[in-house]
């Protein structure tokens, strides 16, 4: 079991560009969270998708959108770049159940590492 | 809002004991979590309480939680150099799961 892969793993963009990131689940997993991780601080949740929709939103801008695949794949696309989304951008998938704790650990990918410039 | 807050920064020598604190504000969390970040890679999960309990423990790893004070720690048993990194304590308060709130993280250096 490959875990969780996010691709790229690290990407420059210029300001006002838009971008798409990706992630793939651990096996068995149908819930996708993104994740954005500024240099030396702890990492923001930006949404959560289940069953191909947003199902949790952080207190991130309409800039930043996503996507489930049938697959439970996911994609983070953000549009109109500004500097201050240069980060490290995880992904996380999990398959929750009522119970929480353990049974639904989340497992976090290696991240994708954007540079704006 | 939620908040979680943390120490920046721990050094301490090999061998000896490591304590993270952490506070957090929301008392409806129904799970807190210890995640370790080593550079470069993505979070891994160390362990986790739920909020009914007061003390977990897991081989070298204590966890330790004050519910009045919302305090919780993190005791690292015979430190190791292969500990250093950065831990970030998390909240998550829904059944949906994983919708964490993680603090800034606190920076472990283990000196030889």
């Known amino acids: 079991d490959a875990g969780v892969t996010q691709s790229p793993t690290h990407l420059i963009k210029t300001r006002g560009q838009q971008v798409t990131l990706r992630c793939s689940p651990k096996?068995?997993?149908?819930?996708v969270s993104w994740y954005q991780q500024a240099l030396g601080q702890g990492p923001q949740f930006i949404f959560q998708?289940?069953?191909?929709?947003?199902?949790q939103r952080g207190n991130f801008p309409d800039r930043f959108s996503g996507h489930q695949f049938p697959n439970y794949s996911s994609e983070l696309n953000v549009n109109a770049l500004l500097l201050g989304d240069s980060a490290l951008y995880l992904c996380?998938?999990?398959?929750?159940?009522?119970?929480?704790?353990?049974?639904?650990?989340?497992?976090f990918g290696q991240g994708t590492r954007l540079t704006v410039v | 809002g939620e908040d979680v807050e943390q120490s920046l920064f721990l050094s301490v020598r090999e061998g000896d004991s490591s304590v993270i604190n952490c506070t957090y504000t929301?008392?409806?969390?129904?799970?807190l979590y210890w995640y370790k970040q080593e550079p470069g890679a993505g979070l891994q999960l160390l362990t986790y309480?739920?909020?009914?309990?007061d003390m977990k423990q897991d081989q070298r790893l204590t966890v330790l939680l004050n519910k009045k004070d919302k305090h919780l720690s993190l005791r690292i048993a015979d430190t190791q150099t292969g500990d250093s990194a950065i831990y970030f304590c998390?909240?998550?308060?829904?059944?949906?799961?994983?919708?964490?709130?993680f603090g800034p993280g606190t920076r472990l250096s283990v000196l030889p």
């Open positions: 996380a998938s999990s398959s929750p159940t009522e119970s929480g704790g353990k049974d639904t650990e989340a497992f």
């Open positions: 096996s068995g997993h149908d819930t």
């Open positions: 998708y289940y069953e191909e929709e947003e199902r």
């Open positions: 929301d008392s409806s969390s129904t799970y």
């Open positions: 309480i739920f909020s009914n309990m």
């Open positions: 998390a909240e998550s308060w829904n059944n949906y799961g994983q919708n964490f709130v």
